[in-house]
């Protein structure tokens, strides 16, 4: 087991380092570069200007060459310097990471909570009236895209009943008297993105865990296990559910990893500052040293989610097993 | 299940407890109740801010800030003139307070720049001319990126006079006729900065890093302007709190928040549901406004959208290597096949002007004299006959032919900009009734201006604007020596490829120029060869738009580069 967890975090470590070369190389293919957009934002930078801040910048240098000292300066722990919003790497993403962080953890638990107890509900009563009901709310939300959504949510619970606010993190320039103050408040603010969000999970989650709970509610050691006498809620939960819970193990882990990758057109819609908006701007403004950092983060989480879903496989079900 | 719900429904109950008076406002107001006070004023912008280093930041909402916090010697009021703002006086060789001296040969200006007596840093600390010094010195280092280098570096000097700290002898580089024009010139506040530049100025990067304006961004220190920052979240918003220490009247509002909203869909949504008070300039797109506009009208909301012409200019760059491009009747007949009135008030209702050239109307350079340039009406018989005497008869389709050859272009531009695209169509079907085929060929903006006009890439025509200020030399896009190519590095702005000596010349001669009435002949008589031998087909001048509250008084909109923000301590909500 152990030799298996090194083993794979080896390769994730290669995967990173070969996956953050070919992601630098790609940035460096776009045209433009942040020196354009000085340009476009100050027409009296002259030709001098210009051809000085790309030597400043490094970016009159070849891709390689760029490449290592950025690994360079990472290995010296300095993350670098963000071109767009002129800070720290550290002090920009920090926050970003944070709100992206709960907004992401709340919309997934939330899905988490309400799409899997709907899945398995419908799994153990098919064809009935709620199936059919929850099944279209699913395929409807699955539909449904989230911008979309989240300016009907605005529209209704804002513009119209003024119940929630459009955008935001908080309310600006609030002081807090206490953390529960804080708390409702911030609070206030990620209903309607989470609910946006949520929407396409909710269908996502309750479609897999009806599918993987029916698949699971038809073996044979279900109907041993009444045969035998079992109460009903031990064939559900410890016989059915735990053989459902290879395949929910799967899409909740590819969930769990972009926690940290935002949702760039929601954070847009409702003006939420998480890392998604702050990957593409920096993508847009060719901010490397924001844009690598995201992407290596967005990178570890998809290979440590994989790797956490592989372990909880055999958790989850003992005829798996790592040597 | 039955629990979430009601989970659901006690969070949502909870949040409408909850709201907040600034959540009710603009409901209220929009209904004619209640009305916005002097105690906050909440400003949406749908474009990104950076830090608030002058001497470092770039971005148009940095800038759109920073005239809040930080004034400079001088700016551009709202009528377009030149104003001192930290000086006393704009100083001027008439006035005596500048003059033209030489220095082993070459000539040089000096200028004494005398400061408000009163105008002191948001600590107390007096603004001095070490202030303005120490601001050279860093944007001088080759350890710090700033952007535009010259208006810094243009000071060689600065000395004291009669050993006054608030005036200043400036003794510039160079003897050009704009020395006084230093409104991007910040101070730079010498009790915080000076010690982290002299720790950290020899690494690259390393005063960038180090700098207040970076590790304490809310340090009161930093600023001089009506306002100070008192919260500051990249990517979210700022807040603003009045300076006492301001030199000048203190402003009416007590506070004012800045908020990101980048999505320009949900500005209006934002703005009804009183999350934000007001939408800057650096929001809604024409067209969105427009249609706010008519709203406001039919839903009787307490809002105003203000539309000023300003210093953009939208234009078609022609590629003057193109074969066709080449023969000036062709250039002549696609401009006189477009009809610019009708253009304007189809797509725009008038809102913004037909061009004529790149000197836009809120310029002091500006002329549409007939007699000064080349004026082109819409006049589709002249269109008709410059092709028919430049070879091109009709072919069989409609489309002119010569040699065997299509007369065809295509027109590039950004993809997804509506206004553009519209702009394009309507184009194609003026141009073809004179039996010119133009195909539209869109690109992603950074795709277009990072590779296609910036190699000069395209093909015939690059629809796009120019962002522009008042009395600027436009050196840096009609300068032969401005031609992108390969050697230079793909540096300049003349994507057309347009050489003129006798342009070149004048253009070098103006710098120098110091009389004001033989500076403006001189850029007609460039303006001249401009609209002669058409390198550009101007389409319209650009304007900008901002939503007020009715209620909101003072609050004008400049049209060029120095915002209404300028003039922030003079908005009024009582």
Not at chain 1, 148 to 169: E, R
Request: net charge positive.
């Amino acid at each position: 087991m152990t030799t298996y967890i090194l083993r794979r975090l080896v390769q994730t470590l290669m995967v990173i380092v070969i996956l953050s070369y070919v992601c630098f190389s790609l940035m460096t293919l776009m045209p433009g570069d942040p020196v354009e957009l000085m340009i476009s934002a100050n027409p009296k930078i002259t030709q001098e200007d210009v051809v000085r801040l790309r030597a400043f910048y490094g970016l009159d240098q070849p891709t390689y060459v760029r490449y290592f000292n950025w690994v360079g300066e990472i290995a010296k722990g300095d993350l670098g310097y963000s071109r767009t919003y002129r800070i720290p790497v550290t002090e920009m993403m920090g926050p970003s990471l944070k709100a992206t962080f709960v907004l992401s953890m709340g919309s997934l638990i939330f899905s988490i909570l309400i799409g899997v107890p709907l899945g398995i509900y419908c799994a153990l009563k098919p064809n009935s009236k709620m199936d059919y009901v929850v099944n279209m709310f699913n395929f409807g939300g699955i539909s449904l895209p989230s911008f979309f959504l989240g300016i009907v949510l605005i529209i209704i619970f804002s513009v119209g009943l003024g119940w929630l606010p459009a955008g935001g993190y908080q309310t600006t320039g609030m002081h807090y008297d206490s953390w529960f103050a804080e708390m409702l408040d911030k609070a206030k603010y990620l209903i309607l993105p989470i609910l946006s969000l949520s929407v396409q999970s909710i269908g996502r989650f309750s479609r897999f865990a009806r599918s993987a709970m029916v698949e699971a509610m038809r073996n044979d050691f279900i109907r041993t296990a009444r045969a035998k006498g079992m109460s009903e809620k031990v064939v559900i939960w410890k016989h059915g559910f735990r053989n459902a819970l290879i395949p929910l193990i799967t899409i909740v882990a590819i969930s769990f990893s972009s926690v940290f990758s935002g949702a760039l057109i929601t954070e847009s819609l409702f003006a939420y500052p998480g890392v998604g908006r702050l990957i593409y701007t920096s993508i847009i403004g060719n901010d490397f040293n924001v844009a690598m950092i995201s992407f290596i983060i967005s990178i570890a989480m998809v290979l440590v989610m994989n790797l956490v879903a592989d372990l909880l496989y055999g958790a989850a079900d003992p005829r798996i097993s790592y040597k | 299940m039955k629990n979430l719900t009601g989970l659901l429904v006690v969070a949502m109950l909870v949040a409408a407890c909850t709201k907040k008076d600034a959540g009710q406002t603009a409901d209220v107001q929009a209904q004619g109740g209640a009305k916005l006070t002097n105690n906050e004023l909440k400003i949406g912008i749908s474009q990104e801010f950076e830090n608030f280093n002058p001497l470092i930041s770039s971005m148009l909402a940095t800038t759109y800030m920073q005239r809040m916090v930080n004034r400079t010697l001088v700016t551009i009021d709202a009528d377009g003139k030149w104003v001192p703002q930290l000086a006393k006086a704009i100083p001027s060789i008439e006035a005596g307070t500048a003059k033209v001296i030489k220095v082993g040969g070459k000539e040089k200006i000096q200028a004494t720049w005398e400061l408000l007596d009163n105008a002191v840093w948001g600590d107390g600390t007096p603004i001095t001319c070490d202030d303005f010094s120490l601001a050279v010195k860093i944007a001088s280092s080759p350890n710090v990126g700033v952007g535009e280098k010259e208006v810094y570096t243009q000071v060689e000097k600065i000395e004291l006079v009669d050993k006054n700290p608030k005036k200043c002898l400036f003794t510039y580089e160079k003897a050009k006729w704009d020395f006084y024009m230093l409104g991007t010139f910040y101070p730079v506040p010498k009790q915080l900065e000076e010690a982290v530049f002299k720790k950290y100025g020899s690494q690259k990067e390393g005063y960038e890093k180090n700098s207040i304006y970076s590790k304490e961004p809310t340090n009161v220190g930093l600023f001089n302007g009506p306002y100070v920052i008192s919260e500051l979240q990249l990517g979210d918003h700022v807040t603003f709190v009045p300076n006492p220490k301001f030199y000048g009247t203190q402003p009416h509002i007590k506070k004012i928040i800045v908020k990101l909203i980048p999505n320009t869909g949900t500005l209006e949504a934002n703005l009804r549901s009183g999350t934000i008070d007001l939408i800057s300039t650096l929001g809604l797109a024409l067209d969105q406004a427009l249609a706010f506009e008519k709203k406001i009208k039919s839903e009787n909301l307490g809002y105003q959208v203000l539309f000023q012409p300003s210093t953009v200019y939208e234009h078609i760059d022609l590629n003057l290597d193109n074969p066709f491009l080449k023969d000036v009747r062709v250039r002549k007949a696609l401009n006189f096949a477009i009809n610019k009135e009708d253009l304007v008030n189809a797509l725009f209702e008038g809102k913004q002007q037909p061009a004529i050239h790149s000197v836009t109307p809120r310029d002091p350079w500006f002329t549409a004299d007939p007699a000064k340039v080349t004026v082109y009406k819409y006049n589709k018989r002249e269109a008709e006959r410059l092709l028919d005497e430049a070879g091109w008869k009709p072919g069989a389709d409609g489309i002119r032919v010569k040699d065997g050859k299509r007369l065809s272009f295509t027109v590039m531009t950004t993809a997804g900009n509506k206004t553009r695209e519209l702009v394009q169509v309507y184009l194609q079907n003026q141009w073809k009734q004179v039996g010119i085929e133009v195909n539209a060929k869109n690109e992603p903006a950074r795709v277009f201006f990072g590779e296609t006009t910036k190699k000069r890439a395209f093909d015939s025509m690059a629809l796009f604007a120019w962002v522009s200020s008042p009395e600027n030399t436009p050196k840096s896009t009609f300068s032969s020596k401005n031609i992108p190519t390969a050697k230079n590095g793909w540096s300049g702005q003349n994507y057309m490829g347009w050489s003129n000596a006798a342009v070149d010349k004048t253009l070098d001669a103006l710098d120098t120029e110091m009389k004001h009435e033989k500076r403006i002949e001189m850029v007609h008589e460039v303006l001249k060869a401009y609209t002669d031998e058409v390198p550009v087909l101007p389409l319209y001048y650009r304007s900008d738009v901002a939503v007020i509250p009715t209620q909101l008084k003072g609050y004008r909109l400049t049209g060029h580069q120095f915002p209404e923000t300028n003039v922030v301590e003079n908005w009024n909500l009582e």
